[in-house]
T-cell receptor
Framework: NAGVTQTPKFQVLKTGQSMTLQCAQD?????MSWYRQDPGMGLRLIHY???????DQGEVPNGYNVSRSTTEDFPLRLLSAAPSQTSVYFC??????????FGSGTRLTVV | KNEVEQSPQNLTAQEGEFITINCSYS?????LHWLQQHPGGGIVSLFM???GKKKHGRLIATINIQEKHSSLHITASHPRDSAVYIC????????????FGTGTSLTVIP
């Protein structure tokens, strides 16, 4: 099992550009989520999904879209990047009452 | 608003020392998580607990639901334990309300 795979690891965008952060897991986990980590603020939940076809907003959803067409994939889309979206992004998954498995993170810079 | 507070923010210990990191929270929860973030940035889930105590190797996590408090203990600390330890609380079974502490940075000196 590869666990949770995030791509890309690093990305630089210009303000206004769009992009998709990819997240895939091969553990058949029903729950997947996206977080952003900013200095001094800790991790914050952006969007989450409890299964294929079901998504919902977390604490900081504005400027981001998600979809969950399959159990394995949970991409995060930035529609029009802004400097405030400069952050480190983590995808995570879990199954039932077991703990989370995190991806290795994507460091995004918006200039 | 700080639903989750961790203490201390920074901790330096000598190799072999017993370490305690504390987490207090202000909301009702369905579970509490302890995470470890390595200097390279990767995050590992250490524990998920909703009551009592769990042990894994040299790590022990406890939770007191009535007092809304959890502790993470590291016995016989080692330099490889140097990392940021993050407490997170989950409201509800689906996890739509999920709050993180800002982390405790631990450095273990040989």
């Amino acid at each position: 099992n590869a666990g949770v795979t995030q791509t890309p690891k690093f990305q630089v965008l210009k303000t206004g550009q769009s992009m998709t952060l990819q997240c895939a897991q091969d553990m058949n986990h029903e729950y997947m989520s996206w977080y952003r980590q900013d200095p001094g603020m800790g991790l914050r939940l952006i969007h989450y999904s409890v299964g294929a076809g079901i998504t919902d907003q977390g604490e900081v959803p504005n400027g981001y879209n998600v979809s969950r067409s399959t159990t394995e994939d949970f991409p995060l889309r930035l529609l029009s990047a802004a400097p405030s979206q400069t952050s480190v992004y983590f995808c995570a998954s879990r199954r039932g009452s077991y703990g989370y498995t995190f991806g290795s993170g994507t460091r995004l810079t918006v200039v | 608003k700080n639903e989750v507070e961790q203490s201390p923010q920074n901790l330096t210990a000598q190799e072999g020392e017993f370490i305690t990191i504390n987490c207090s929270y202000s909301v009702g929860i369905s579970a509490l998580h302890w995470l470890q973030q390595h200097p390279g940035g990767g995050i590992v889930s250490l524990f998920m607990l909703s009551s009592g105590k769990k042990k894994h190797g040299r790590l022990i996590a406890t939770i007191n639901i009535q007092e809304k408090h959890s502790s993470l203990h590291i016995t016989a600390s080692h330099p490889r334990d140097s990392a940021v330890y993050i407490c997170a609380v989950q409201q509800g079974q689906t996890g739509n309300q999920f709050y993180f502490g800002t982390g405790t940075s631990l450095t273990v000196i040989p």
